[in-house]
Each structure stands twice: as C-alpha cells, then as structure tokens.
C-alpha cells in the first residue's frame, strides 16, 4: 500500500518549458490537492479535485493546470515555467470532500527553474 | 483571506519535558483543525485532529481547540528528540474547499 505517489522526486527546468507533474494515490480517496510549499509563505493550494471529474482553483492557481484522470489520477501541469515557480510541490488526497477530511500527502517534488 | 498564524520558534525543550505548540485562526467559522508534523525534507504527516471545543489526547499527544478564542494547541508530553521537526496546524474555513496553513512552529528537543 503506497499511499499517495508523486513522480518524479526532482526536476530543473530552463525558463519557459514545460513539465507534468505526476500523482497517483491508492487509498480509494474522493478528492486530490495540489500544494506548493516556499519558505516562511506555509502550504499553499494550488488546485483541488473534490471528486473524479471537477476541479477548482485553490489559493495560486495562476501558472497552472491540472487534470484529473480517473480516480486515482491527479497530475499538475506547468506550460511555460518561470523562476516564481520554483517551489516543493506535494500532491494529497482525502477520503471525502473537504473541508473535515485530513489530508495525506505524497513525499514532494523538488522544482527548480533557472 | 483566512489566516492562521503560528510563532515560528525555534522552540527548545529539555527531553522529557511538555512541548506546547500553539495556534490561532481568523475564521470564526472554521470547523477542522489539524496537526502535522514535518521532518526536514519530508512531506507533513498528520499527527492529530480536532473538531470539538475541548481537549482530544492520542498517546503522548493533546490538542487542545477553543472555537471563542479562535485557537488551537499541540501538548507534546514526555518529549523526545525524534520529536524535533516542524509542526504545522491547519484549519479550513467556513464554507471553503481548502485547508489553510500556518508556516509552522520548529521545535527542537534536546537531549
């Protein structure tokens, strides 16, 4: 049972390319979030899928895209990376909705754009 | 905007000792309330949850909410130093899809 998987663990992007960030969980959860974490800014969302099919924009959604593919899918897009992107990325999942259920979190990718 | 605000520390104690960790949130309507705890360069782990005012205990650990006073606690009893990490507390709000975070209180337990 691996809980929530992000792929990959790292990754340096030039300015302006672009890059799929990868999360799979198998816990049979409804919803999935993306955060991104800077410091002294805390955990910040990005976007969420409260169920298979919807997704909304959290907090800093500008710079983003997601997908949600099927249930156990949830995968964040950068179209055209900027150094402001620079960030550890964690995808989560809940077993229901938001806002009561907790989270739990995949073990981050490490972004960095130059 | 819905904050939650956390003393960022460092907060030292003693092994053995009781950590208080502590919380406030801006949402008077806020519901949930969570503690993780992040080792360096990990990702957070929850440690706990409450959603009633009172206290709630887990082996070693208590939180404490008080929904008048919009604040919410972390007691770490008999601490360790495998405790030392940062504690993050999040809280939703009132009608929001999203759980807000503070930036984390770091505690160091020494032996």
């Known amino acids: 049972n691996a809980g929530v998987t992000q792929t990959p663990k790292f990754q340096v992007l030039k300015t302006g390319q672009s890059m799929t960030l990868q999360c799979a969980q198998d816990?049979?959860?409804?919803?999935m979030y993306w955060y991104r974490q800077d410091p002294g800014m805390g955990l910040r969302l990005i976007y969420y899928?409260?169920?298979?099919?919807?997704?909304d924009k959290g907090e800093v959604p500008n710079g983003y895209n997601v997908s949600r593919l099927n249930k156990r899918e949830f995968s964040l897009r950068l179209e055209s990376a900027a150094p402001s992107q620079t960030s550890v990325y964690f995808c989560?999942?809940?077993?229901?909705?938001?806002?009561?259920?907790?989270?739990?979190f995949g073990n981050g990718t490490r972004l960095t754009v130059t | 905007q819905k904050e939650v605000e956390q003393n960022s520390g460092p907060l030292s104690v003693p092994e053995g000792a009781i950590a208080s960790l502590n919380c406030t949130y801006s949402d008077r309507g806020s519901q949930s309330f969570f503690w993780y705890r992040q080792y360096s360069g990990k990702s957070p782990e929850l440690i706990m949850f409450?959603?009633?005012?009172g206290d709630k205990e887990d082996g070693r650990f208590t939180a404490q909410l008080n929904k008048a006073s919009q604040y919410v606690s972390l007691l770490i009893r008999d601490s360790q130093p495998s405790d030392s990490a940062t504690y993050l507390c999040a809280v939703n709000g009132d009608g929001a899809n999203n759980l807000f975070f503070g930036t984390g209180t770091r505690l160091t337990v020494i032996p």
């Open positions: 816990m049979n959860h409804n919803s």
């Open positions: 899928s409260a169920s298979e099919g919807t997704t």
């Open positions: 409450i959603y009633s005012n």
């Open positions: 989560a999942s809940s077993e229901w909705g938001p806002p009561g259920s907790p989270l739990h």
